[in-house]
C-alpha cells in the first residue's frame, strides 16, 4: 500500500468518526464553566481601590515564590503561547469543514485563555524580567514546532492525548507548590488543569473510535509518538535545562511521563484489545511494554544525575543550586 492510499484511508475514517466527534464535543460543553482571566486579575478601566490593594498584595506574597516554580510557571507559559502551532497542526491534519475543524476552533478559543491568564498573571505580579521571558517566546514562535508525524493524522490524536495529560500534570502540580506562596496562582493553574482534563478526554476518547475502526494502524501510530513525546518548545535555548529544573523540584519529570503513558493506555483498553493480525499484535505487545522502558530510562537519568547549579535571564540570573550525593 503507498503512502498516500493510506492517508487517503486514515481520512475516511476520520469522517466516519464525525458523528464521535459531534458527541464528545456536546459532552465538553455540558461540562465545563467558561472563565476568563480578568477572574483572577483586575484590569478594568474603573479599576477599585479595593481592587488595587488586591494586586498591591498579590505582588508582596508573588515575591516569595521560589525559583523553580517561577522556571516552573515559565516553562508552562511558554507551552501554552505556543498554541499558533498546535492550531496549525490540528488544522493541517484534520481537516477543513468538518466536525474536526469545529473541534479545533473551540478548543483554540479555550486554550487561548490559559496563556493569557498566566501572561497577566507573571506580569502583573513582576515576576519575570519580562523583556527576557518575551525573547524567550518569541523565539519559540519563530523556530516553529513540526513534529515528524508524516502526515499521520493517526501520531496527532496520540500525541494530544499525552500531551494534554502531561501538561494537566505539571500545572497542577506547579499549583500545589505555588499554593505555599500564593493561592491566586494555584487558583489560575487549577482552573487550566481542569480544562487540560477536559480536553485529555476529548482527545482520549477521540482515539478510542480510532481504536475500534483501525485498531492495528491505531496502535502503530501511537507506538511512535508514545516512547519519548516530541515536548514543545524543545527547540528554545535553555529549554533543556528548564526542564531539568523542573524535574529536579519535584514538579515535574520521567516519572510523571510514565504515569501519563500508562493512564493513556489503560483509557486507551490497549490490553484488552485483541487483533486480528500479527502486526496489530506486535504494535500492542509493544506498546504494553513502553511503560516499563520509561522505567529504565527514568533510573538512568536518575543515577547519572549530579550537583548542578542553574540561571535563567528571564529570572535575572540568579543561580540555582541542587546538590546530588553520589554513592
Known amino acids: 500500500m503507498t503512502a498516500s492510499t493510506e492517508l487517503s484511508e486514515k481520512r475516511e475514517v476520520l469522517t466516519s468518526l464525525e458523528p464521535l466527534v459531534e ?4 459532552r465538553h460543553l455540558d461540562e465545563r464553566r467558561l472563565w476568563m482571566p480578568s477572574e483572577f486579575l483586575p484590569s478594568s478601566e474603573g479599576i477599585t481601590d479595593d481592587q488595587e490593594q488586591y494586586l498591591t498584595d498579590l505582588r508582596e506574597r508573588a515575591r516569595g515564590l ?13 507551552t501554552e503561547e505556543g498554541l499558533p502551532h498546535f492550531h496549525r497542526l490540528i488544522a493541517v491534519h484534520l481537516g477543513h469543514g468538518n466536525a474536526w475543524e469545529r473541534w479545533n476552533f473551540l478548543w483554540t478559543a479555550e486554550e487561548d485563555r490559559h496563556g493569557c491568564a498566566l501572561h497577566d498573571y507573571v506580569r502583573d505580579t513582576r515576576l519575570f524580567n519580562m523583556e527576557a521571558f518575551e525573547k524567550l517566546q518569541y523565539l519559540y514562535l519563530e ?6 508525524w508524516h502526515d499521520d493524522p493517526y501520531q496527532l490524536l496520540a500525541y494530544t492525548s499525552l500531551q494534554e495529560r502531561a501538561t494537566q500534570a505539571a500545572h497542577a502540580n506547579t ?24 480536553h485529555f478526554r476529548f482527545y482520549r476518547d477521540a482515539f478510542c473510535g480510532l481504536l475500534e475502526t483501525d485498531s492495528t494502524r491505531a496502535m502503530q501510530s501511537a507506538l511512535k509518538v508514545t516512547p519519548r513525546l516530541a515536548m514543545p518548545g524543545h527547540n528554545i535555548a535553555g529549554y533543556d535545562d528548564m526542564a531539568d529544573v523542573v524535574h529536579r523540584a519535584g514538579i515535574y519529570g520521567p516519572r510523571d511521563y510514565r504515569k501519563v503513558v500508562q493512564q493513556c493506555l489503560d483509557s486507551w483498553g490497549i490490553a484488552d484489545l485483541v487483533p486480528s ?7 500492542q505487545d509493544k506498546l504494553m511494554a513502553v511503560p516499563a522502558r520509561l522505567d529504565k530510562l527514568a533510573s538512568l537519568i536518575e543515577r547519572r544525575m549530579r550537583s548542578k547549579s542553574f540561571s535563567f535571564d528571564f529570572i535575572n ?11
Do not use: C, T, W
Open 277 to 283: 493480525d500479527a502486526a496489530g499484535r506486535e504494535a
Open 23 to 26: 458527541k464528545l464535543m456536546q
Open 66 to 78: 521560589p525559583d523553580p516554580v517561577r522556571v516552573s510557571l515559565a516553562l508552562n507559559l511558554l
Open 175 to 198: 499549583g500545589k507548590l505555588a499554593a505555599n506562596y500564593d493561592p491566586v496562582i494555584q487558583r489560575i493553574l487549577g482552573h487550566i488543569a481542569a480544562d487540560e482534563s477536559r
Open 143 to 148: 523556530a516553529g514546532f513540526d513534529p515528524e
Open 317 to 327: 540570573r540568579r543561580v540555582m543550586e541542587f546538590e546530588i550525593e553520589v554513592a
